[in-house]
Structures are given as C-alpha cells and as structure tokens.
T-cell receptor
C-alpha cells in the first residue's frame, strides 16, 4: 500500500513569491492534516479536513495561506507572498481515524 | 502553558545502553503517538498507544492516563537509533488533532 506522498520535496523562494504544496493521502483515509515544522521544533497543525470539508483552520495564517481538498482526496496548500518566517518543513498526514501517517514533507526556504 | 512536555531534551548513549524518554501532558487525551525522525527526514510512527504498554522490537511504549504521562523505552541501543523522538497527544475533542512535544534528540555512539 502506498504511503502519503508530497511534492515538491524542496522549494527555495524569494520573499514575496508564491508556492503550492501538493499532498496525496493514503487511499481511503478521510482525514487529511497539514502541519508546519520549523527547524528544531515539533510540528504544529495548520489545517485539517474531513473529506472535502475544512474542520479546523484556526492556526492557518489566512491572509497568506490557503488550503483546499476539493474532491476529498488530494490536497493543495498554497502560500501567497512568502515571508522568511515561513521557512520550515510542511508535512501532510492522513488518517482513517486515530493514528496519523505522515508524508516525507516539503522543505521550504524563503530567502 | 505547554500541553506536551518531553524530557530529556537530548541524550547521548553508548551503544548497548538502555534509555527512557518521557512525555508529560496537561490535558485529557484519546491517545499518545510516538514518532521517530532523522534530520531532514519524515516522521515515522512508532506507537499509537491510548493506554497501557506496547512492544515493538527493542522499543516499549507505556501510557498511564491517570498520571498524565507516556514513556518510550529503548533497550540495547544501536547507532541507527540516533535521531529525534517526538511524542504527540491526540486530543479527545474535535477531530483527533495532534499536539506535539519538542522532541528528544538521541545520539548513540559506537
């Protein structure tokens, strides 16, 4: 069974540029999570979906970040106008309920 | 305050030594999930443990809800165990969100 896949694996941007991250969860998992992990810290939840519905986006900086999961399968996280403080690894996880399974992450550097 | 606290922050072991990593939490939980992460690597799930003791090879996880703690025991450590170990509390309200600790960095020397 394929695990959670993410792309790209790495991204380097100048401040002010936009970037999108893509996540393909494990087939059949109805819940999908996006986390931000700054260097040397634990991951912090940004947003999560059950099927196509956003359940909690309270930690998502809504002025520059957006996330969608239109068909309840793949998801895209987008950053408009990136800032240096967005430098981190962005992790996607999926779950059938309970245990979460993580993808390899996208390491973002904003110069 | 912090909902999940891990200790120690870092640990150096000689190969073959045992180690115990602690995770204390301040809120009610559905479960505790333990992860392993290499520098720049993904999170590998080690245990999903709502209560009691679970074993996997040289690793043992114990969660004691009444005492609000969970531990990860590594026996007969190997150099390949080096990395960061993270515990994450799965909340029992609203959607199984995980709140992570900051992690314990483990270095096993040959």
């Amino acid at each position: 069974e394929a695990g959670v896949t993410q792309s790209p694996r790495y991204a380097v941007l100048q401040e002010g540029q936009a970037v999108s991250f893509w996540c393909d969860p494990i087939s059949g998992h109805d819940t999908l999570y996006w986390y931000q992990q700054p260097r040397d810290q634990g991951p912090q939840l940004l947003v999560y979906f059950r099927d196509e519905a956003v359940i909690d986006n309270s930690q998502l900086p809504s002025d520059r970040f957006s996330a969608v999961r239109p068909k309840g399968t793949n998801s895209t996280l987008k950053i408009q106008s990136a800032k240096q403080g967005d430098t981190a690894t962005y992790l996607c996880a999926s779950s059938p309920g309970g245990e979460q399974y993580f993808g390899p992450g996208t390491r973002l550097t904003v110069l | 305050g912090q909902q999940v606290q891990q200790s120690p922050a870092s640990l150096v072991l000689q190969e073959g030594e045992n180690a115990e990593l602690q995770c204390n939490f301040s809120t009610s939980l559905n479960s505790m999930q333990w992860f392993y992460q290499r520098p720049g690597g993904s999170l590998v799930s080690l245990f999903y443990n709502p209560s009691g003791t679970k074993h996997s090879g040289r690793l043992t996880s114990t969660t004691v809800i009444k005492e609000r703690r969970s531990s990860l025991h590594i026996s007969s450590s190997q150099t390949t165990d080096s990395g960061t170990y993270l515990c994450a509390l799965e909340h029992n309200s609203a959607g199984n969100k995980l709140t992570f600790g900051i992690g314990t960095r483990v270095l096993v020397r040959p």
